[in-house]
């Protein structure tokens, strides 16, 4: 981790263009991020990474925090703040397993898979969520937790990967999963 960190330290931010951050919006993200977890009953009493971030991080609110996004202008707003921010692709991230108590995202990046279907009268295009894609989020954040995984996401929460490992799900308002990582090393492998 002190690695991946000194390697952040040493990014050419210089390079990354500077975003406006609308403080009011960022506040009222934060309180999103607080309301979702207060729903959930979850207890974040030690490390976690704050998975595709944006520039309103959990480690606003709690002490122990890495915020992880593929957007290096996100993470330079949160470096900025001193907070431990890493650019990386959330499906491949590059930490060591059961390193993290806890990985959280709310609200993270969805992909959508474009379908054609066809009625008598028509052809249309729809489009549904990529399950494929969740179940990697999904994956990644499970390998790195040490106790459990929240993920705050409509499409997760509807049709979740690992329903096994489930410990909590909520599909009215706040809608999220919290997984337990105790079994999580029978369906990832090494």
Known sequence: MQELLAQMDA?????????????EERRTRLRYLNEVIDASGIELNGSILDLACGVASLAYLYPD???VDDD???IKVLRKDRIKGVVTDIERLPFEGKGFDYVVSISPPQRRIKILQRDE???????HPDQYYNRRIVDAALRIARKKVLIASLPIALEPPHEHMI??????????VIYGVNNSNKILGP
Do not use: C, L, M
Not at 121 to 127: A, H, K, L, P, Q
């Open 11 to 23: 990014y050419d931010w210089d390079s990354v263009e500077d975003i406006p951050v609308n403080e």
């Open 65 to 67: 925090v890495v915020a």
């Open 72 to 74: 290096p202008q996100k």
């Open 121 to 127: 009268r028509d052809s249309y295009v729809r489009f």
């Open 167 to 176: 410990e909590q799900r909520s599909t009215d308002g706040y809608h999220y």
